[in-house]
Structure formats: C-alpha cells, structure tokens
C-alpha cells in the first residue's frame, strides 16, 4: 500500500474515532445534566433555545452550589421549622396573603440555615434546582401566585394552591414532621 | 326596640334582677348585675381536659383546610355539633336530676334551684353574648 494512502487513511480514522468519542462524552454529558435537573433542564432549554448555552447555565450552576459549604439541619432545627409551618398553615383561614407571604419567609429560614445565601427569588430557584429540581417547580409556581396576589388579582383557591407548592419544596428540604403519616400530610 | 329581650345591666325588668339580692347592695343593682355577668361568664362549661381535647381537635383540623377546606369545614361542622351536643347532655342531666328530686315526692331544695337557675342563666348569657 502506498504510505501517503495509509497515512491519509490513518487520519481520517483518527478523526472518526475523534468525533464519535467527542459525540459520546457530549450525549454523556447531556444524559446527565438531564438526569441531574429533570424538568428544569427542559425550562432552561425553552428560556435558552440553545443546548450548549442551558447546558453551559446549568454546569455553572451546579459549581457555584457545590461551592457553598450546605449542611443538614438538626432534629431539633427540624422540629421548630415544622412547628413554624403548622402555625403558618393554620393562618391560612384567617389571612391567606399574610400565610403566603410567611410561608415564602419561613423557605428563605430554611434555606439559610441550610447553608444557602439569601437573595432574591430567582437565584434562590437556582440554587435549589441542583440538588431539588423537581419541587423548584413548585416553588417557581408557588411564587408567581404570590406575585400576582400582591396587585391583588388571586382568588382564595390560588392561595391555597401556592401554599401547596411551597409545602413540597418546604417538605424536600426538611422533611416530615416524624410519626407523620405522609398520606395525610400530602394532597 | 321595646318588644326586644333585654338582659342589659340597666334593666329593670324583674324577671332579670338576679335573686339573692344582698340588701346593701339594693341601691346599686345595676353593678351587681354586671359583675354578676362577668363572673358567670368565666365559669367554665367544660373541664379545662375537655377544652383542651377540643381547642387540640380544633387546631388539628384549621391546619387541614389547606389540604382539604371542603373536608375541613365538615369537621368542624361536626366539632362544633359535639360541643354543643356536650354541652345540651350535661343541661339534660341536670335537668333529669332536679326531676328526680321532685318526683321522690320532695322539692328540690330551692338552694338546688338556685344553682341550677344560674347555671342555665350562665348559658343563656353566653348564648346571647355569641
């Protein structure tokens, strides 16, 4: 065989294997991103329109978080935030707005004793979809109707619908009060 | 505004001059009265275990209206039933046993009535006071 042909075949081999690998650690990494965020990877990729872009966001998500020094909270940590949630949850027959406006405090309680940096809603989101990306969801939802109650145009069934929303979030990051059956507690 | 049932400290009526006047206090019947009322209303119609089971029952369901409301406002419904179920027995025996009293041929001691008389006008006050 002639060498320039087995050199020139030699090439084009090596730049095939190049791409499959190249393909195979992108799809890698996609797979996981997407494993990793759930439903928030498909979010990103709608505010985006662009893979590398959302998948860019999200990994830079994910360093900043695992950056942050987070810990669990204490039994009795625990036990006073569900205590708090109860008295807020019970509010909600006399002032649903307040109850709302508390339970969204009492998150940002949590999230602080967790080890998060307090901000504003959307980075907190952020934050939270790394390791929760399912109930950031909830917290996205749960936000928007307290948004819009404050220009006053929610009715009570919203309300209570929000409340809902931050409970699952509420629930991921401390859990069930103990002896609790879940049943109850969930819709 | 006549033809209203007034148990207002300044009424005159005679039906509503509480009994066992102290004579001293005849001129001023109107702070007796009052007083009367006030302390009557902080006898309590449950034992403090009872209160507490239902104000805990209570608490329990007020935390489920946000699961639940439509649930939650039929438990009540039913709570505030028993209470007052609770409360209509424990008349109901008094009742059946100042009967008792006078069909054993006695009166009932007129002391037993007034007691009795002002725990139902304690109840009636507290009806009214809703």
Redesign the interface.
Known sequence: MNPNVAIAIAFVVGFLVGVVVMYAAQQAKTARLKKQFGPEYGRVIADTGDRHRTEAVLEERHRRVRKLSLRPLSATEKANFQEGW?SV??R??DDPAIALTEADVLIGKVMAAEGYPVTEFEQRAEDISVDHPIVVENYRDGHAIELRNQQGRVSTEDM?KA??NY?RLFEELVGLPEGEPAER?R? | MSDEITLRPESRDPNVIPVNREPERENNPEVRWENKVQKESFAPLFSNDDCRGLRSRWGNLQVGFVDEPRRAVEQADELVNETIRGLTTGFANEREKLDKQWHQGADASTEDLRVAFQRYRSFFERLLSL
């Open positions: 109860r949850q019970a909600f027959v209570r409340m809902i409970r507690i819709l």
